[in-house]
């Protein structure tokens, strides 16, 4: 299986100000996926990250406010921009194992985010 | 587009007692499907996958799931429920080996001793 490491695994931030999340994986990945979760809500897929090229977002979701990046096929980050309350949720990142197409999505912990 | 329904918000079992976990899904062609448990303050937990095979797949645990193609089922299963077995769980479909999970809205479990 996948390990991977996500920090911060919370954190609570002033409106207005970002908040960059890392997710390391122990082996190399074709691709992430970075989902949000609201609070007792289900996990929304926000974009996919794919090495050397730019992220594709799901709808209602922007470049802008989530800017992801993914320089290597162990690492990507997310960031939270120009935050607001609204934006308090568990952002989680995950992958698919590039040598097997068949495997399960590991995620990495979460990170707990609160915007006051 | 492929959806997952867990037509339960909250599933009440007393421990001991088999427990199932419901999830209907909608996806084009053949579907990958997964079971994951969130326990508080922890990540996703994989439990269980069908890709392929056998319509029966045991998983972590001792869950298992049973996967119904005419009716686009994908049920949790446990045949002894234990307390430390309460979390949340996620049903998760995707249509291909190389897309993204999407994922019911979850199920919470509660076994009472």
Known sequence: SAVISQKPSRDICQRGTSLTIQCQVDSQVTMMFWYRQQPGQSLTLIATANQGSEATYESGFVIDKFPISRPNLTFSTLTVSNMSPEDSSIYLCSNRRSSNMNTEAFFGQGTRLTVV | ?113
């Open chain 2, 1 to 113: 587009a492929q959806s997952v329904a867990q037509p339960e918000d909250q599933v009440n079992v007393a421990e001991g007692n088999p427990l199932t976990v419901k999830c209907t899904y909608s996806v084009s062609g053949n579907p990958y499907l997964f079971w994951y448990v969130q326990y508080p303050n922890r990540g996703l937990q994989f439990l269980l996958k069908y890709i392929t095979g056998d319509n029966l797949v045991k998983g972590s645990y001792g869950f298992e799931a049973e996967f119904n193609k005419s009716q686009t089922s994908f049920h949790l299963k446990k045949p002894s429920a234990l307390v430390s077995d309460s979390a949340l769980y996620f049903c998760a479909v995707t249509p291909s080996g190389n897309t993204p999970l999407v994922f019911g809205k979850g199920t919470r479990l509660s076994v009472i001793a």
